[in-house]
């Protein structure tokens, strides 16, 4: 457990060294701490909810990455760790049919206590306002936010289907490929013989 939280908590130091405490509830960091949390008390579906996050923040921190120029050392532990060690845990858990609506589910709740306890400046998980870039799409942030739960909402379905096909839930039966019918025995209708057959016999045994 601890080696799997030091990622997360690599990383959180530098963000309140830095000033920033806030930026410890973004999704990848979040993400770390359930990855822990589902390892360490042996629950596969906060696993499967934390590799969901983990996999699509990369490229969105990779973004965020080049755009800022701000690399510290922690910030490649917590993402590349975190999904390395997500990905291989995933294996032994394998990814469930629902569990995109779990992760999505998280992140709205992650998202509404962003909007509540975190500065509108930092814009932690897109809480507050519309991200950089997007403001030629949409004219609102009500827009803006529905628009983006259904696109993460997709994503998450599509990753997860993917992942469900790779390694699927063991504790989820596979349907099976065919069905056979077994039909009973047709009952053989008594013919002239049979019963001309019965009756000689009968008499044959007759003392």
Do not use: K
């Amino acid at each position: 457990m601890n080696r799997y939280l030091a990622f997360f908590v690599a990383h959180a130091a530098h963000h309140v060294t830095g000033g920033r405490p806030a930026e410890c509830l973004w999704m990848c960091h979040v993400s770390n701490v359930t990855l822990a949390a589902g390892l360490l008390l042996a629950r596969p579906e906060l696993v499967r909810i934390a590799v969901l996050w983990l996999l699509p923040g990369l490229p969105l921190w990779l973004g965020d990455l080049i755009q800022t120029g701000e690399s510290p050392p922690t910030t490649f532990l917590a993402h590349f760790g975190g999904a390395a060690v997500g990905l291989v845990a995933l294996r032994r858990t394998g990814m469930g049919r629902w569990s995109w609506a779990l992760a999505l589910a998280w992140y709205l709740f992650w998202q509404e206590i962003c909007r509540v306890a975190t500065p509108p400046e930092l814009n932690v998980n897109i809480a507050h306002r519309l991200r950089p870039g997007w403001e030629t799409l949409f004219d609102s942030y009500a827009g803006y936010w529905v628009g983006s739960t259904l696109l993460a909402a997709f994503v998450l379905w599509a990753e997860g289907a993917v992942l469900r096909r790779i390694w699927p839930a063991p504790e989820e039966p596979s349907a099976p490929s065919s069905i056979q019918v077994r039909r009973p025995a047709a009952r053989r209708r008594p013919s002239a013989h049979d019963s001309s057959a019965g009756e000689s016999g009968g008499s044959g045994g007759a003392p």
